[in-house]
């Protein structure tokens, strides 16, 4: 049960049921590829990185958390899976999109144009 947003990666994202809603997914630059009745969402590195990076920052400072060190974890999927351990799941609307931003952040270190399919 619950909505999910599956990755050309092949990292599969579950989003934290009655907290936060799947249109989070476009928090972060993501746009849909092709009109809003097409489920899938992409973001270009190039174009996105940045701007994520800043975001979760902030995010950080604001509540106070550690920041998260990308270079601990491989550019790749067996990466974004320890980072997704790592995080952790907690039941609050604000973690839950940074959590969702952490993993579209790694994802695009190594993936130059991710997309994902989601279920709205």
């Keep these: ?3 999910h947003a599956f990755f050309n990666t092949g990292f ?7 907290v936060q809603n799947s249109g989070d997914i476009l ?6 590829n092709n009109s809003i009745d097409d489920p899938i969402v992409k973001w270009i590195a190039t174009e996105s990185s940045d701007a994520i990076l800043t975001t979760l920052r902030q995010m950080e400072h604001d509540a106070g958390w550690s920041a998260m060190e990308f270079a601990d974890y491989p550019t790749n999927i067996d990466g974004t899976v320890r980072l997704r351990k790592v995080l952790g799941w907690k039941e ?9 931003g952490c993993f579209i952040y790694h994802q695009l270190l190594y993936q130059p144009e991710l997309s994902c399919m989601v279920e709205f």
């Design 1 to 3: 049960m619950g909505r």
């Design 12 to 18: 599969e994202y579950k989003f934290v049921f009655a």
């Design 27 to 32: 928090a972060y630059g993501g746009w849909f």
């Design 92 to 100: 609050h609307d604000s973690y839950a999109l940074y959590r969702l």
